[in-house]
């Protein structure tokens, strides 16, 4: 029992720890509309697995998605009339609301809009597998998730209010216990705690490659008394020509002849400073493995950014920082 529980309090980002017995497990096509939600591959998966979540309440606003997988690696797909390649999740994918991600993750997670009052009653999370017969060498599908239905406070801006005079008592109360994890609108991925890991998906240890085709916003909780977000990078290998270049900021980020953002990898962090060189930058790209220390006194929400274009480099292995909400 213990064990059990340990692997369901996965996060201490997760409000408290949930008994086992409060815990939804639907198998593979299964539908729950449970608070507190563990999936699990089963020993013998089928190629297709959905699961089905339906509201917990008419207040769930998002899904928090903590979850660790080993799927098969993202394809190195060629584009028509082109020598240019784009690392597509196609083999093996875990995919909810558009968004596919595959190859190996440590306890990621992800935030996915649920807006029930304005009648989104389910969120469906598909896992797709490629076949495994005649001895194609892909990794044994695992997958471990714990998904938590987040009910907004009242008057929160991620979900429809009905006027004041026309809220029900329970709506104008303050009994929602979720608002610490609850995310700002538009974020993928939320760190409410004042310092932590962030990590590029499929990163592996600095082995994987990330997904083209992304764009995302990492967030962090703001305070009263916050003034900054510091980032510690140990590891950065995104639009990188080569293993050996070096970090490079703003324009040096697009590629050549282009100022669109979906020609270029980088991530965005926004009035950003280099700590060491005291150089104002937004846009980060390029490959370093020593530390490289960022600072961002942006007044309004804090984030970073991450982009990735359609055109896979070889060195395009991701990011991996440690931060600090001071």
């Known amino acids: 029992m213990k064990s059990y529980i340990a692997i369901v309090c996965l996060s201490t980002l997760l409000a ?15 539908t729950t509309s449970a608070k507190d939600i ?12 959905e699961y089905h979540i339906n509201a917990y309440s008419k207040y769930v606003c998002q899904l928090r998605i903590d979850f660790a997988m080993t799927l098969a690696q993202p394809t190195l797909q060629q584009q028509q009339a082109s020598q240019l390649r784009s690392a597509v999740c196609t083999e093996d994918y875990f995919e909810v609301n558009g968004l596919r991600l595959c190859g190996v993750e440590v306890w990621q997670h992800i935030y996915v809009p ?32 714990v998904v938590t239905q987040l009910e907004c406070p009242a008057g929160a801006s991620v979900r429809e209010l009905l006027p004041m005079d ?6 104008r109360s303050s009994s929602f216990s979720d608002g610490f994890l609850v995310a700002p609108p538009g974020c993928l991925q939320y760190f409410p705690e004042a310092k932590g890991v962030v990590k590029s998906f499929n990163y592996n ?31 950065f290998h995104v639009g990188a020509e080569t293993a050996a ?16 953002v979906e020609n270029a990898d980088f991530l965005m962090v926004p009035q ?40 896979y480099d070889s060195n395009d292995a991701g990011f991996a920082f440690t931060y600090t909400v001071a």
């Open 16 to 30: 408290g720890c949930v008994q086992a017995a409060s815990v939804a497990t639907p198998n593979c096509g299964g």
């Open 205 to 235: 240890d600095g082995k994987g490659i990330y997904p083209s085709h992304m764009n995302y916003a990492i967030c962090f909780r703001r305070t009263t008394d916050t003034s900054s977000l510091n980032i510690r990078s140990y590891f």
């Open 245 to 260: 270049s070096s970090l490079m900021t703003d324009s040096s980020c697009y590629r050549s002849g282009s100022s669109s």
């Open 166 to 171: 026309e809220q029900q008592p329970e709506m």
């Open 272 to 311: 950003a400073k280099l700590v060491e060189s005291n150089q104002r930058a937004t846009y980060f790209c390029g490959a370093t493995q020593g530390d490289v220390v960022i600072n961002s006194n942006n007044p309004g929400p804090l984030l970073v950014l991450f982009n990735s274009d359609e055109i």
């Open 38 to 49: 563990k999936l699990v591959n089963p020993s013998n998966p089928p190629r297709t697995c």
């Open 114 to 145: 649920f807006n029930a009052t304005a009648g989104v009653n389910r969120v469906d999370l598909l896992i797709s597998l490629a076949n495994r017969a005649g001895g194609v060498s892909l990794p044994t599908p695992e997958w471990n998730m």
